[in-house]
């Protein structure tokens, strides 16, 4: 099959032919229809994830049919349109008895503990526990959608957040998962603040129901910005980009007694973070992490997007093939984009 192949990190992938995958006893390869590109894979790219081994294939937001089954799978057969979280679970620990498989860990992640989706084909663990099924009228390129930015988004403002309607959220950095934070707050009744750099992202979060926008390149101090325009801060406050200054502005953003939750990954390579708990102790905050969504969590927002609740679809703003992937990959660290860009292997 063909894939994006790195040799060392931080130079240039190649595509090139590598052999197929097989499945495991309890696994599945499934031939991948769509995948997204998003910036965690720069950042395995760069050599921020210490799981993944070299030669390495990146890809974890995919979405595709099942090409083969192992012998102990139980609940699919080959044909089956599925996707998948990043996350996939061991499904028998203490930690997913409880139902959190999106911290499972014995967890597995396409694209990082093993080859991923930037490939004609991938193979995935735990078959009966992780994939979820593709509704006929969603197309893949949605459906990829999914698995990273958008069900991280989905339960990190419903569940860990527990945003309710009427509250104010600001969303820190308008890339994929910011914009699906956007559009997942504003659906719930929420009023959003986007804030971000580029004009055109800010565009697209107004398009997907932002309030108020705020131009970080443009603003002196965000979070006072945000203060401002929220009546003395936000109820919630989201990283969706993950940095120092998007997390210190976060924290800064909320009113007393908020709720900040941090989702974009902040790498080591910028060393430990620091965070203004001065302000959180006087404030009484609340700092929130957020990592995933498990599969068996998956219905209530495929429900939403089939009634048109959630428009995921929209999110989806240009579409590559494998030729086109490894230099996209370099640029997403320094030029991240709006909105998701969709890889279609087989183009």
Not at 22 to 34: D, L, T, Y
Not at 63 to 83: H, N, S
Not at 140 to 149: E, I, N
């Amino acid at each position: 099959m063909r894939a994006v192949v790195f040799e060392r990190y931080g130079e240039p992938a190649e595509v090139r032919e590598v052999p197929d995958p097989a499945p495991s006893a309890h696994g599945v390869v499934v031939r991948v229809e769509a995948t997204g590109l998003c910036r965690s894979d720069w950042h395995g790219w760069q050599g921020h994830d210490p799981d993944i081994t070299l030669p390495h294939v990146p890809g974890h937001e995919l979405a595709g049919v099942i090409e083969a089954v192992g012998a102990q799978v139980t609940r699919w057969r080959p044909g089956a349109r599925v996707t998948v979280p990043f996350v996939c679970a061991c499904g028998t620990c203490p930690t997913c008895a409880a139902g959190d498989h999106q911290i499972c860990p014995h967890q597995t992640q396409p694209g990082f503990t093993h080859w991923g989706s930037f490939a004609e084909y991938v193979a995935l663990e735990h078959a009966d526990v992780n994939l979820v099924a593709i509704p006929d009228d969603l197309s893949h390129a949605t459906a990829a959608a999914l698995g990273c930015r958008f069900a991280t988004a989905f339960r990190a403002v419903v569940q860990q957040g527990r945003l309710a309607a009427g509250e104010w959220v600001a969303v820190h950095g308008c890339g994929g998962v910011g914009l699906s934070a956007v559009m997942i707050a504003a659906a719930s009744g929420a009023r959003v603040v986007a804030v971000d750099v580029s004009p055109r992202a800010l565009d697209l979060a107004r398009k997907f129901g932002a309030a108020e926008c705020v131009n970080a390149s443009e603003t002196g101090d965000t979070a006072e910005a945000v203060r401002e325009l929220t009546g003395g801060g936000a109820h919630l406050s989201l990283d969706a980009l993950g940095s120092p200054v998007t997390c210190a502005a976060s924290v800064g953003s909320l009113r007393r007694r908020g709720r900040h939750l941090q989702v974009g990954l902040l790498p080591s390579a910028d060393g430990t973070t620091p965070v203004p708990m001065a302000r959180a102790i006087a404030l009484e905050l609340e700092l929130l992490g957020s990592h995933g969504m498990a599969a068996h969590t998956y219905p209530p927002m495929l429900e939403l997007v089939r009634a048109g609740v959630l428009r995921p679809d929209l999110l989806v703003t240009s579409s590559i093939d494998l030729a086109a992937t490894p230099a996209a990959l370099a640029a997403t660290g320094t030029a991240p984009g709006a909105g998701v860009t969709v890889i279609e292997p087989w183009r």
